[in-house]
């Protein structure tokens, strides 16, 4: 079952084409939103899609508020960059005091941007001691698989069917969701199949999913190129939100074919699942490189790549890496902020009970109902599978009705996986009680109607 993208890629469903906005699906918009919409689409082009079929236009945030410019206000169950809560006081404050002060590039000696750094490794095992920063998630994703290439000498990489790791050439070409375009030849992209429950007992989903992988192994060194590194969202989110514990034997494997392992914790990092800092632990596997990015700042551009000591040396040499505004003052100190936020709002504890509260109370109200399917959930990241009712089979379009008609009841999530079948519930993390409840509540008179 090894395949390159060009092999396995029509059946995939773009994150970005389930929840787009579509004229011809919004005919009632009024003249200022169409105007705006048009104007938006001039300037930025087709590839800067909106969400929603009636696309929402937010003008301020608070908490786990959004504000529109009408002032309908809605309940925020999806954004995971803002994840400490929209304008959260000490992140204002933070980035307020720094921009009056200094904002520069990092080749400058800065106290705060060393203290942050080793505030950051500190959460990690001892042995990923080094951090280097970035801008984004998607160059966080490009570095690492630069360092993975230079420490190997190969350059094939693994990654998941439906997997989205960012936008560089590279890493496009590592993110089958993004469509065929993304990749092009790229005959060093190897695709591993997930474990589907539908079809893989439990007890054997390990096992299974270590086979794939190892024929993904076995077709690059007959073609040649050699494995540098499995590359995994640690919570599989555009797979469709993945919280089973299936990677040991997988990595093994990968060790022991001379490649690394490269953990995407941009979605999933800084808590959210509730149970540790980091996704990869749950796994109970070893991280050779760390990926962060999207919640780093709190909505500043930040992100990282946190590497093993025995790869620090590569980046002295021919890897020599400079980022003009990664790691930039004002950046940093908003990220060490968040830091600072979830340790003392005890965040990721909130994520835990939060999070069993929202899928406990999901199964109770869905359980009746024939449309929806499997529930999966791991701290504030939790899918739910739409399906037909007759078939059982994943139902796209019953998805998007579900994720639009929340939006048309002040609720905003998202849908995600292979088929685009499967509501992504991602909230901040400050959620309290009274928000699942409002958000659960919502939920059954969608899904009555």
Not at 250 to 278: H, N, Y
Request: negative net charge; contains cysteine.
């Amino acid at each position: 079952m090894t395949a390159h993208f060009q092999d396995a890629s029509t059946s995939r469903v773009s994150p970005l084409d389930v929840n787009g906005y579509v004229p011809a699906n919004a005919p009632g918009l009024d003249a200022r939103t169409r105007n705006l919409i048009k104007r938006r689409a001039d300037v930025l082009g087709p590839a800067s899609p909106l969400m929603y079929r009636n696309p929402v236009e937010i003008v301020r945030a608070q908490g786990l508020r959004l504000h529109d410019r009408d002032g309908t206000t809605y309940l925020d169950m999806y954004n995971n960059v803002a994840s400490v809560g929209h304008a959260h006081p000490k992140v204002v404050d933070a980035v307020r005091r720094q921009i009056a002060e200094l904002n520069t590039h990092t080749r400058y000696l800065n106290e705060a941007l060393v203290e942050y750094a080793e505030d950051l490794v500190s959460t990690f095992p001892n042995r990923l001691s080094t951090v280097m920063f970035t801008c984004t998630g998607s160059e966080a994703n490009d570095l690492a698989l630069r360092i993975a290439r230079e420490a190997t000498g190969k350059t094939g990489v693994i990654v998941t069917e439906n997997a989205y790791h960012g936008g560089t050439i590279n890493i496009a070409a590592c993110s089958p969701s993004m469509g065929s375009a993304a990749f092009g030849d790229a005959q060093w992209v190897r695709v591993v199949p997930l474990p589907d429950a539908r079809i893989v007992e439990e007890a054997d989903r390990e096992s299974w999913f270590a086979d794939r992988v190892q024929e993904c192994i076995d077709g690059l060194n007959r073609d040649g190129i050699g494995l540098a590194a499995l590359l995994v969202d640690t919570i599989f989110a555009s797979d469709g939100v993945l919280t089973d514990s299936f990677l040991a034997t997988a990595v093994d494997r990968v060790r022991r074919a001379g490649g690394l392992l490269i953990a995407d914790e941009v979605q999933p990092g800084f808590g959210r699942l509730g149970s540790s800092l980091w996704g990869f632990t749950r796994h109970g596997v070893d991280a050779d490189l760390v990926t962060l990015g999207k919640p780093m700042a709190g909505g500043v551009p930040l992100a990282g790549v946190v590497l093993g000591d025995n790869l620090v040396g590569l980046t002295a040499g021919e890897l020599r890496y400079f980022n003009t505004f990664g790691g930039n003052a004002v950046s940093i100190a908003a990220a060490q902020a968040v830091l600072d936020v979830i340790r003392e709002e005890e965040l990721m504890e909130n994520a835990a009970v939060m999070g069993d509260r929202l899928a406990d109370g999901l199964r109770t109200s869905v359980h009746r109902n024939p449309n929806v399917g499997a529930i999966r959930g791991a701290g504030l990241f939790v899918g739910v599978d739409v399906v037909d009712a007759d078939s059982g089979e994943p139902d796209p379009s019953g998805a998007l009705d579900i994720v639009n008609g929340l939006r048309a009841h002040g609720v905003l999530i998202s849908a995600t996986g292979k088929h685009g079948n499967v509501l992504k519930i991602r909230p901040p993390l400050p959620i309290s009680a009274s928000d699942v409840d409002e958000f659960l509540t919502r939920f059954e008179i969608v899904m009555a109607a």
